[in-house]
């Protein structure tokens, strides 16, 4: 397109704004308003879908972490079992680095040693 | 006691649509106060079916409601992206209606008060929208989301998966179009004066 042609598109362009300016200002100043029924019904999904407080939570958190602690959590059985596994593991904690005179005490390894759960059962056999 | 609907009045419609993925329902309503009445008028102009363009634009809103969990503030203007899928939502139903014989198709619809009753103004948007209906799709989806919904080129351009020159393209046409079309109703629409 020469520059002849570029001014001449140019101004056919604004004469056809020019012709159409008052078409479109009437469609702009135009208020739309969607009805009760479609409003209620986009509401209506927007309350379906609107995210519970516990996803909102998860949303909140990087994909990579919520996904490792999701799968951790669902393979030892949620927060029950995870409470259970911390706890052992202190326990284990404890037991290996306690005085083993301590654990004796409570009834640790050497006292279990001694005690005879059944110390009669002998004499029931030999009765028959 | 009733909630006053301007809560969220200054709010971003970026922030709104987090307060919604937060749970705030009122941010809902106003996201929907904004967007919902400018998506009716454009759905309406590209199918001429007020029925069709409503189901349009719940659908549109759906989409919205689904992704605000994920939505990343500043990536898109959430307006842009509502617009972009009303014209993918339209142009499927418009693709559709090809396929099926002509009466099938809806009439233009114009539930605006007609000429019978004097009113220039609503005859001048009759007329407008009886032109637009005869634009190619595209040229149309173009015109409307420029000079009535006031997007920029470059958020057309995003709309539309275009580049800009092919949007300036499109809306000159356009117009070029609607301007001879209308050429002809001037006197009739009161234009005569100047």
Redo the contacts between chains.
Sequence with gaps: MTKVDKGRAAQTGDADHDALAPYFAAARAEMPVIPAVLRDRILHDAAALQPRPAARERAAQPVAVRDLGARFSELIGGWFGAAGLASAALAGIWLGYADPGLIDAFGGPSAAASVDLMADFGDLLLEG | MVMPYDANADATDDALLRL????D?QA??EL?ARL???L??FARRMLGDVAEA?DV??ET??RL??I???WQPGSARVSTWAFRVASNLCTDRLRRRRGQPLDAVPEPADD?PDADQGLI?AD??A??DAALARLPQRQRQAVVLR??E?LSNPEIAETMGIGVEAVESLT?RA??A??AM??GR?EELG?DEG
């Design positions: 919604y993925a937060l749970g329902g809902a309503r929907t919902a009445p400018r009716v008028s409503e634009v719940q809103m759906l409601w689904k605000a969990p994920q605006r103004e001048r948007l007329a407008l000079h009535i006031g000159a117009k070029r609607l301007a209308l050429a001037k234009y």
